[in-house]
């Protein structure tokens, strides 16, 4: 595998370049590409009063939760403040290089959004590296007062035959941090995979863990310290992402409509989550890179039925317009792989005693009509998050595979795995890190990889070749 060193190369020469005279506003909470097409992508910029987080107002900002400490404790507000001003973006093809440079207008952004602005991109070519820069002044100001920079790749036409290499992962949160005001060092590593794009599948935050998140300030607080990490940020600075979200960074615990976690609603958390990630129109949706490979990401807490109601044909996760969505677009595609990503296992097995995804008994009619749908799909594989552990499994019944990713990282693993079970896992592991998918000349192949902060290369923990079926 490629040594870390080179993964430092990498991260030295793409790294944010962060330069701020005496008043901001600043980029201490980075900036974000996502939701990238073969023509278009969404930008997210927030503007921040300081050039970096206050990481000394709580040592678990910085060194994690110590093992049998309570999540307890409020989330301390105005770590990362934000600024009033204005920024500038450009943007350029590296094939074309510097000189063809584009720019945005200069663009306000204001406290009712948290200091963001998502700004579309359209017109971008296909295939291609994008390197950019954001500039940051004053309101009316011609100083500059800061610059962020960084790069991200389109995807290629739909005809075409290149390599597709991407990340997922999933689970990450203050308490887990393993590197310091560097964050988690597995975004360090993600580099070394020299991905295309990642896919969080929720939990990126997690409001109901230490220090604790009850209201639209705390709530908000949270994102921006996570991102202000140096690792986190620098990688989502250099690779494009798409975000899902899940329990823990909607509300709470196995959420659905119409509960609250201390005076923060339901409705609030899916308008923060809207907010502080670059996102389009819908939650759920598809894209397609390439000749070889489409993605699926689907949305699991807009559209729910409560836990606790009775299973049944009417009892559902997806809801009944993504559902059909789905299978519509799924039934439609040509890709030579096709991977349908889901916050939570379509598979499993679960733990013991679990209510919320479509791999327990509470949720087995949904689960059960999806699992026989896709089966029969040829060459459609489940990746799916939420789950600490990484896998492979299959069903015994439909033959489905799902691979399930794993938590960011070993100080992650809490709460316990479901073991192994040998009518299911091809490959099982407690260890936390990410999965990386690589397609190549019509052949895929998944790697799970396990993080640790000292390693000088990534470790492969499992490779499963994805065969056409």
Sequence with gaps: MRKLLSTLSFCLVLSPLIVFAQKGPFFATGVK??????????????LTATPKADFGRLPILTEGLKAGAKDEGAMPVGLVP?????????????????????????????????YIRQLPLSGLRPGETYHYEVEARETGSSKIASRAAGAFKTAPKRGAKGPVRFIVTTCQAIRSIDAGEQ???????????????????????????????????????????????????????NVSSYFMKDDHDTLKNDCWYGQTYGDLTFEQGLDIFREQVPMGEKTYRT?????????????????????????????????????????????????????????????????FGKKDNHANEVFAHEGQELRDFLS???????????????YCSQDPDTGLLELGCGEINDQHDYGGNSGYFSDFHKYFSGKGGFLGITVENGQAKAEWFASTEKSETLSVQHVEKLGIR
């Design 376 to 390: 029969q799909q040829a060459n459609t594989f489940v990746i799916c998050g939420d789950r600490h552990w990484q």
């Design 33 to 46: 590409i996502g939701e990238v097409d073969d023509s278009s992508a969404i930008v997210w910029v927030r």
């Design 287 to 351: 894209y397609r890179w390439g000749r070889d490979v489409q993605i699926w990401m689907t949305e699991n807490r807009d559209f729910r039925s409560s836990n606790r109601d009775p299973d049944g044909p009417d009892k559902t996760i997806l809801g009944a317009e993504q559902k059909a969505w789905l299978k519509k677009t799924i039934l439609e595609s040509d890709a030579t792989y096709k991977f349908v990503i889901s916050p939570g296992p379509l598979v499993g097995p679960d733990k």
């Design 82 to 114: 934000g600024s009033a001003g204005e920024f500038r973006f450009y943007y350029w093809p590296e094939s074309k290089g510097e000189g063809s440079k584009l720019n945005s207008a200069w663009l306000s952004v204001s406290p009712e959004s948290d």
């Design 183 to 237: 964050g988690h060092s597995t975004y360090r590593q993600m580099l070394g995979f020299e991905p295309d794009f990642l896919v969080h599948t929720g939990d990126i935050v997690y409001y109901d863990k230490a220090p604790l998140a009850k209201s639209v300030a705390q709530a908000r607080a949270k994102w921006n310290l996570m991102f202000s990490y140096g690792y986190n940020q620098n990688f989502h600075q």
